[in-house]
C-alpha cells in the first residue's frame, strides 16, 4: 500500500505548562484507553526520566526499541521512523513533540518525524510544553530568565486535530518536585528556586491557558462559519462598541471595558463604521486615532468597517464577531430633528440585534446636536415618503387658505405663496417632490386664480407668461437641488473613501503590512466571512476575485459588493500588492544576504589582519634573525630570551590565525562539531595553559554533581581561552578572574567573571560584532575576534553566550550548554 493509498493521520497534542505536569502520564492514560478498544497502539517513544509513576504506567504497551545513535563517546536513543513504519499500527506514542534530534537521522527535528508517520496514516499522540512554541519563546525567557533552545513552529500544534491541555496549580506541581516526583533529589532546590519559582509557574500556566482558549475559540469560529450559524453563542463576552469619532467615543469605550472587564476572558471590540452613505456625524479622524489608542491600550482591539447602512453594517460585525453586547451613545440628535428625520439608527439597532444585548449610554453631547453638519447623499426613508406626498398636500392646503382671502392679495403675490411652497417641498423631498409640487401648484394656480377662474384656460398673454416663468422658475429650484445632493454626494463618499485608505494608511505605518494582517483588514472592513490569496482563480462563482499581481489573486467572500465600494476596495488590493511584492523582494535580499556579509567579513578581515598580522610576524623574524646572526654572540641567557620572544610571537601567531579560520567557517556555515560528553576537567587545564597569564590570576569554582556537557571539546577549549583571556585584560592585577558553573533544568552554565571596568548596556551587543575593540585602542591586542567566535561556537553546539553585570562592578559572560543528562521534558 503506498501513501496515497491512505488518508493522514490524526495528531493529538497533550499541552501543558511545566515540565512536570503529567502529560506523559496522561500520554499513556489514553494510550491504554485506546488499546482497551481494540486499537493497535504503539509506544514508538516515551520518555519516562525515571520516573516510576511514568514506567509503571507504561508497562502493558508495545514499545518499539529505539534506534541508537553514537555522536563521539556518548550513545542516545532515538525515534526509529523507519521501524514503526514498517510495523504499521493505527496509533503511535511519540514524546516530546519538540525533542531535536541527534545528527544521523533524516530530520534534525522531531515533529517532522511525526509529521512523516501522519503522512503515512498512522495518528500520533505527543506531548509539548508551552514553553517551546516559537510565538512565545521571548516571553517565556523573559518571565524564567531561561532561554529554551529547542522550539516548535506554532502552526505545527495548531493544525493538531486534538489539543487537550494538561493542567496543574503552581503549589500542585512544587508539592510534586519537592516529593520527588520530577527531578532527583539533587536537583530539586535549584529548580524550586529557580525555574519553579510560584511566580514563574502561574504565568507560564496563564500563557498556556490562554493559547489554548485561543485555539478553541478559532474552532468555534469555523465551525459556526461552516455551518453557517448566525445567532450568538454566549460562550464569553464579546463587547463591541461602536465610534463615531465624536467626543463621547472615550466614555463608551470606557463603559464598554468595564462590561467586558466582568467576565474572565472577555473581548473588547470597538468598530468605527466608515458610511458610504454620507452620514460622516461629525468623525475627526483625530479623535479616532486617540480613541484607538485607548482601545489598544484596554487590551481590546479597533476595526474599521465599510456599508452602506450604518446599522445594518454594525449588526453585521456583532454577529459575525459572535458578540454578546453591543454599546451604543444615544443620539446627538435633538427633539425637532429627530422630529423631522424619523428614527434614529439606535433604534433600528436595537430591532437588527436579535439576541444581542444593546446598551444605549448616555453623554455630555446627547441631545445637543451634531459636532459637525451632516452631509446627506441620499434621503431618510421617512423624506422619500413626505415629500412626494407635501408636494400634493402643501399646494392645496395653500389654495384653501388663499380662495378664502380671495381680493386680498394680487396675482404675484398669490405665484409668488405657491413657489416658497414648491422650494420648501423640494428641501424636504428631492428633485421628485418639487417637480410634483410645481406641476400642482401651476395646475391650481391656472384653475382658481388665473382668469377664466375654475377653467384651465387662460384670457390674457401677460397671464400665460406669468405662469410660464413660475414653472420655469419650480423647475430650476428643482435642478439646483438636485445638483447639490448629488454634490454633496460625491464629496461624502470622496470623504469616507479617504477615511478607510487613512485608517488602512495608519495600520501600515504602525508596521501591520504583514500579508495576514492586510487580508484580516480586508475582510473586517468589507464585512466578508473570509479573504484569502490564492495562486490560481478560484471556481467559486459568489466569490469575489480581483488580481493582485501575475500569480495572486485575492478572493473575498461573504456578501456582493457595490460599485461604489469595489473602488475603496481597489485601493485595498494594491496595498496587498505591494505587501506580496515587499515579501518577494525581502527574499531576494536574504538570498543577497549571505554574499553581501562575506564581502564585509573579507574587507574588515583585510583590514584588521594588514596591521595585526604584522606584529608577531616581526618580533618573530627579529628575534630568530638575531639568533642566525654570525655578527653577534649572545649569552645563554639572552638566546633563551630571543627564543621565547619567538616562541611567544609564534604562538599569538597561531592562535590569531586559528581564530580566523574558525571565524572563516562560521560564517560559511563550513565548521564541523564532534560533539560528545565533555566536563570542564577535560578542557580548562589545556585553556589556562594557552594564555600568557599567571595561573593564579583565575580562580576556579566547580559546583558538585554537574553534569557533563554535550559540546566539542577543543571548540569548548577555545571559547573558555578566550573568555578568560578577555576577563584578564580588563581585571585589575590584584583580583581574580573567577569561573563558576551550576546546572539549571536541562544546561550547564559557566560564567566568567572579572572585576573590570565592565561595559554599558548600549554596547554590549556590539562587543559580539567581529573587529571590534571597545575601549581598546591598542591594535597589538588581537584583531578583535575573541567575542565573536565565542559566541558563534557556542551557538554552533546549542548554546548561548550573553554578557551580565558583575554584583560589585564588572562584567561576567554566562555560557549556557546544553547538559547530556537530559532531564527537561
Known sequence: MTESDVGRGRLKVFLGAAPGV??????????????????????????????????????????????????????FGELDVDALLRRRPQVALVDELAHTNVPGGRHSKRWQDIEEILAAGIDVVTTVNIQHLESLNDVVERITDVPQQETIPDEVVRRADQIELVDMPAEALRRRMAHGNIYVPEKIDAALSNYFRPGNLTALRELALLWVAGRVDEALQKYRSEHGIGRVWETRERVVVA?????????????????????????????????????????????????????????GSYHSVVGDDVATALTEFAHAENATQLV??????????????????????????????VHMVTHERAGGGRLLPSRRRTLPTVRLIAGPVSGLFLPVALTFVLDNTRGSLNLTSEALLFLVVVVGVACVGGVVSALVASVTASLLLN????????EFTIAEPNNVLALSVFAIVAATVAAI??????????????????????????????????????????????????????????????????????????????????????RVLTAFTAHVAAALERARLAEAAAEVEPVRAADRMRTALLAAVSHDLRTPLAAGWAAISSLRSTEVEFSEEDRGELLATAEESMARLNRLVDNLLDMSRLQAGALTLNLRATTLDEVLPAALDSLPCDPSTVEVRISEGVPAVLADPPLLERIIANLVGNAVRYTPPDRPVVI??????????????????????????????????????????????????????????????????????????????????????
Open 447 to 454: 384653475y382658481w386664480f388665473i382668469p377664466p377662474i375654475r
Open 243 to 299: 465610534l463615531t469619532g465624536g467626543a463621547e467615543g472615550e466614555t463608551l469605550i470606557r463603559r464598554a471595558a468595564r462590561i467586558a472587564d466582568r467576565s474572565a476572558g472577555g473581548d473588547l471590540l470597538a468598530v468605527h463604521i466608515v458610511r458610504s452613505d454620507g452620514l460622516t456625524g461629525g468623525a475627526s479622524s483625530a479623535s479616532l486615532a486617540r480613541q484607538r489608542a485607548l482601545v489598544e491600550s484596554l487590551g
Open 22 to 75: 503529567g502529560k506523559t502520564y496522561r500520554m499513556l492514560d489514553e494510550a491504554h484507553r485506546r488499546a482497551l478498544r481494540g486499537i493497535d497502539v504503539v509506544a514508538a517513544i516515551v520518555e519516562c526520566h525515571q520516573r516510576p509513576l511514568t514506567e509503571e504506567r507504561l508497562e502493558g504497551l508495545e514499545v518499539l526499541p529505539h534506534v541508537s545513535r553514537f555522536h563521539h563517546g556518548a550513545e
Open 328 to 357: 451604543l451613545g444615544t443620539s446627538r440628535r435633538r427633539r425637532p430633528e429627530r422630529l423631522l428625520t424619523g428614527r434614529g439608527i439606535g433604534e433600528t439597532i436595537v430591532e437588527l440585534s436579535q439576541d444581542i444585548d
Open 481 to 566: 437641488v438636485d445638483r447639490s445632493l448629488r454634490l454633496s454626494r460625491r464629496a461624502a463618499r470622496a470623504t469616507a473613501e479617504a477615511e478607510t485608505l487613512s485608517s488602512l494608511a495608519g495600520s501600515i505605518v504602525r508596521g501591520d503590512q504583514a500579508i495576514p494582517a492586510l487580508l484580516e483588514r480586508t475582510r473586517e472592513t468589507f464585512s466578508m466571512t473570509s479573504a484569502e490569496l490564492i495562486s490560481q482563480p478560484a471556481t467559486d462563482d459568489d466569490a469575489i476575485h480581483v488580481p493582485v499581481g501575475p500569480d495572486a489573486h485575492l478572493v473575498l467572500r461573504g456578501r456582493t459588493l457595490p460599485a461604489s465600494e469595489l
Open 740 to 825: 563558576t558553573t551550576s546546572a539549571l533544568a536541562d544546561r550547564v552554565e559557566f560564567r566568567i567573571i572579572d572585576r573590570g571596568p565592565g561595559l554599558p548596556a548600549t554596547d554590549r551587543e556590539r562587543a559580539f560584532v567581529p573587529f571590534q575593540r571597545l575601549g581598546d585602542t591598542d591594535n597589538t591586542t588581537g584583531v578583535g575576534l575573541g567575542l565573536a567566535l565565542a559566541r558563534g561556537l557556542a551557538e554552533a553546539m546549542g548554546g548561548s553566550l550573553a554578557p551580565e553585570d558583575t554584583p560589585g562592578g564588572g562584567l561576567t559572560m554566562a555560557l549556557s550548554l546544553p547538559a547530556v543528562a537530559r532531564d527537561f521534558s
